[in-house]
Structures are given as C-alpha cells and as structure tokens.
Nanobody, 121 residues
Framework: QVQLVESGGGLVQAGGSLRLSCTAS????????MGWYRQPPGKQREWVAIARSDGTIVYAGSVKGRFIMSRDNVNNTAYLQMNSLTEGDTARYLCNMAIVHTIGLTPGSYWGQGTQVTVSA
C-alpha cells in the first residue's frame, strides 16, 4: 500500500557532499516521524537523523554539524544533505516513515530499500 524510494547515493571523495531523497507514495494520508538510518558494511543499522512531525530534528553525534535533514510534508519527502563526508560515512542509507493511511489500515512504520553511499579517500 505504501512505497518508500530513496535516491541520491553514489561514490564521492572524502570531503565531498551528497543529497539523499526519500519519497513515500501510495495510500499516504499523513506522515509522523521521518528518519534516516544507515548500515555500514558488516555492522548493525544505526540511526542518523530523525525529523518529528512538530518540526524537531535530532542528529546522531557522529553526523551533527555535517548532515542536515529536512522534510517536505506536501510531497511526502525526506532529504538528507551530507557534507564533509568521510570514509566512515560509507554505508547503505535507508529512510523510515511513520505513515497514516488514506484508507482503513492501521498506521505503520515503513522502510525503503536504501541507497548506497561510498566515500573514497
């Protein structure tokens, strides 16, 4: 009923920037929290940034001051501007959204498939 699609990943040199996008489509009435997570190779998934429905945005310490998250509630899209990238930022980046449906379904938490970000030295 709902699809989340991320885009914007790729290969970038250390010190460079990338902008990720995640758009929800389908039976979306409204969206609560939106979040970006990442999973480095061989490691567990970790949260990166979360934008609450009241506009509050929180960042993990490892990205604070370098990454900027924003949300577009009209277009059901979350963005992650990533600056000053380091090799330690190499990971698959996934978005998560808490979605209320337009039809009679229980609100749920949805994940995208992710987009790969690789930072080279």
């Amino acid at each position: 009923q709902v699809q989340l699609v991320e885009s914007g990943g790729g290969l970038v040199q250390a010190g460079g920037s990338l902008r990720l996008s995640c758009t929800a489509s389908g039976s979306v009435k409204s969206i609560g929290a939106m979040g970006w997570y990442r999973q480095p190779p061989g490691k567990q998934r970790e949260w990166v940034a979360i934008a609450r429905s009241d506009g509050t945005i929180v960042y993990a310490g490892s990205v604070k001051g370098r990454f900027i998250m924003s949300r577009d509630n009209v277009n059901n899209t979350a963005y992650l501007q990533m600056n000053s990238l380091t090799e330690g930022d190499t990971a698959r980046y996934l978005c998560n959204m808490a979605i209320v449906h337009t039809i009679g379904l229980t609100p749920g938490s949805y994940w995208g498939q992710g987009t790969q970000v690789t930072v080279s030295a």
